[in-house]
């Protein structure tokens, strides 16, 4: 089955919830374990709590089933500063003391709510290494803290800083592009945007099974709406926290609503199989293939959403880590 053809099955086929029992089964062996054993651990779902538990527990589980990253050259911790004066921390990784190395700016996953430089740590250092170039990790301010639309000039902010002052930070300003994972697909994907009309070319966008439809209605949302991971419940929450429903349709939150497509930066577009925001990432894709813009697509089989942090052993993490590293290479 081409990714395009999720988008194309029967009427009412997948059109209801399944069981997780069910989904379990889709899964690769190895990620129907790592499923089980967070099923086994218990305790309160994260949209039970409040942001700061929220924050916490997800810290305990990234802590739990990663491990230390590759060791690199560079390791730099240094700070940007948002439009409002605020500090966004940032982390520079690169396996080369190279001062003029290209650069993808990345921007974590988490519902806008959780999640940080932490979470994605050990995925950017593979990333660094694996390409060859630069990779900056940011931390963008969370909601409920911080509403909608500040994750997304922080995005911004970020960006205009490294194409401005890159050499600041033995970077070549002039070679960037941006990435994310869930949330942080969204920032990536609205960041691209805004680029294309500031002038700004990013050689380009990665975006990790991303968020970026202003309603969660598509045939994956309603099949995987009880999970595992990310489930209906999960999604709303992290939405409550971070944006009221008028807003939703705004594209620097719901790109798949911007207008004209054409010009953006060439996408790299990763997805999971058995993920909710599954059909609006192959949505996204459709929409900058048809307004000219190259497109490589991948789904990657047997897995749920979350996987690059949730499973570092797993053959498809390992898979994207590297499909994504040869397309820096490339675009740079």
């Given at each position: 089955?081409?990714p395009e053809?999720?988008l194309?099955?029967?009427a009412?086929?997948?059109?209801a919830a399944?069981?997780?029992?069910?989904?379990?089964?889709?899964?690769?062996?190895?990620?129907?374990?790592?499923?089980?054993?967070?099923?086994?651990?218990?305790?309160?779902?994260?949209?039970?709590?409040d942001a700061?538990a929220?924050?916490?527990?997800y810290a305990?589980t990234?802590?739990a089933?990663?491990?230390p990253g590759?060791?690199?050259?560079r390791?730099?911790?240094f700070?940007?500063?948002a439009?409002?004066?605020?500090?966004?921390a940032?982390?520079?990784?690169?396996?080369?003391q190279?001062?003029?190395?290209?650069a993808l700016l990345?921007?974590?996953g988490?519902?806008f709510?959780?999640g940080?430089i932490?979470?994605?740590?050990?995925?950017?250092?593979?990333m660094a290494?694996?390409?060859?170039a630069?990779v900056?990790?940011?931390?963008?301010?969370?909601?409920p803290?911080?509403?909608f639309?500040?994750a997304?000039?922080?995005?911004w902010d970020?960006?205009?800083?490294?194409?401005?002052?890159?050499?600041r930070?033995?970077?070549?300003?002039a070679?960037?592009?941006?990435?994310?994972?869930?949330?942080?697909?969204?920032?990536a994907?609205?960041?691209?945007?805004?680029?294309?009309g500031?002038g700004?070319a990013?050689?380009?966008?990665?975006?990790?099974?991303?968020?970026?439809?202003?309603?969660?209605?598509?045939?994956?949302?309603?099949?995987?709406?009880?999970?595992?991971g990310?489930?209906k419940?999960?999604?709303?929450?992290?939405?409550?926290q971070?944006?009221?429903?008028?807003?939703?349709a705004?594209w620097?939150?719901?790109?798949?609503r911007?207008g004209d497509?054409r010009?953006?930066?060439?996408?790299w577009i990763?997805?999971?199989?058995?993920?909710?925001l599954?059909?609006?990432?192959?949505?996204?894709?459709?929409?900058?293939?048809?307004?000219?813009v190259?497109?490589e697509l991948?789904?990657?089989?047997?897995?749920i959403h979350?996987?690059?942090?949730?499973?570092?052993?797993?053959d498809?993490?390992?898979?994207?880590?590297?499909?994504?590293a040869?397309?820096?290479?490339?675009a740079?």
């Amino acid at each position: 089955m081409h990714p395009e053809d999720f988008l194309r099955a029967p009427a009412g086929e997948a059109a209801a919830a399944q069981p997780l029992a069910e989904i379990l089964q889709m899964l690769t062996p190895a990620m129907r374990g790592v499923v089980e054993g967070l099923l086994a651990v218990g305790g309160p779902p994260l949209h039970a709590l409040d942001a700061p538990a929220a924050r916490a527990a997800y810290a305990k589980t990234v802590a739990a089933l990663g491990g230390p990253g590759v060791a690199l050259a560079r390791v730099e911790d240094f700070t940007l500063t948002a439009r409002d004066g605020a500090p966004i921390a940032a982390r520079l990784y690169a396996d080369s003391q190279d001062r003029k190395l290209p650069a993808l700016l990345y921007f974590h996953g988490g519902g806008f709510v959780i999640g940080g430089i932490f979470s994605h740590d050990r995925l950017c250092r593979e990333m660094a290494r694996q390409s060859g170039a630069a990779v900056v990790s940011i931390d963008y301010r969370l909601a409920p803290e911080w509403r909608f639309p500040t994750a997304v000039h922080d995005a911004w902010d970020a960006l205009a800083a490294l194409a401005r002052d890159g050499s600041r930070y033995g970077l070549d300003g002039a070679r960037l592009a941006v990435g994310g994972d869930s949330a942080g697909g969204a920032l990536a994907a609205a960041s691209a945007i805004h680029a294309r009309g500031s002038g700004m070319a990013l050689a380009l966008q990665a975006l990790i099974y991303p968020s970026v439809a202003a309603a969660q209605d598509s045939v994956s949302h309603r099949r995987f709406a009880h999970g595992p991971g990310l489930d209906k419940k999960l999604i709303d929450w992290f939405l409550a926290q971070y944006i009221d429903p008028q807003d939703r349709a705004d594209w620097r939150f719901a790109p798949l609503r911007a207008g004209d497509a054409r010009g953006l930066a060439p996408a790299w577009i990763g997805l999971a199989e058995c993920d909710p925001l599954r059909d609006e990432g192959v949505q996204y894709a459709d929409k900058l293939r048809a307004a000219g813009v190259p497109v490589e697509l991948e789904v990657y089989r047997g897995v749920i959403h979350d996987f690059i942090t949730l499973g570092h052993a797993l053959d498809e993490t390992r898979q994207l880590c590297a499909a994504l590293a040869a397309a820096l290479r490339r675009a740079f």
